[in-house]
C-alpha cells in the first residue's frame, strides 16, 4: 500500500497511485511529487510569461510546495539543454527563456 521513493535523509512515502484510482480518492492533490519534466514545461512557461525573473519568484508563482532544491534543479537542466539564459550571480541572477 505504502511505496518509497529515494534514499536516506530524501525518502519519501506515499500512497501507490493506482490504489488511489481505484478507490476513485477525490482528495486534495500537491505538486511536491511533480515529475521533472513536468516541473521543466512549467518553469519555461512561467519565464516566457514573466521574463526576467529571480528564483524565488519562479518558485512561489508555480507552487511553494515544491522544494527550492528541485526549482533549482529544473533551471539548471533548461540552461544546460539552452532552453534558459541568466546573467547575474547568486540572489541578482534573472532568468529569460531563449527565443
Known sequence: MVESAGRTQATRYFVA?????????????????????????????DLQRYPESAIGDIHRRIGGEIHPKQVKRALDELIERGAVRFAGKNRWRRYWVVS
Request: aromatic letters at 4%.
Open 17 to 45: 497511485p493506482g490504489l488511489l484510482r481505484s478507490l476513485n480518492f477525490s482528495g486534495e492533490t500537491t505538486l511536491k511529487r511533480i515529475e521533472p519534466h513536468r516541473l521543466a514545461a512549467l518553469v519555461l512557461e
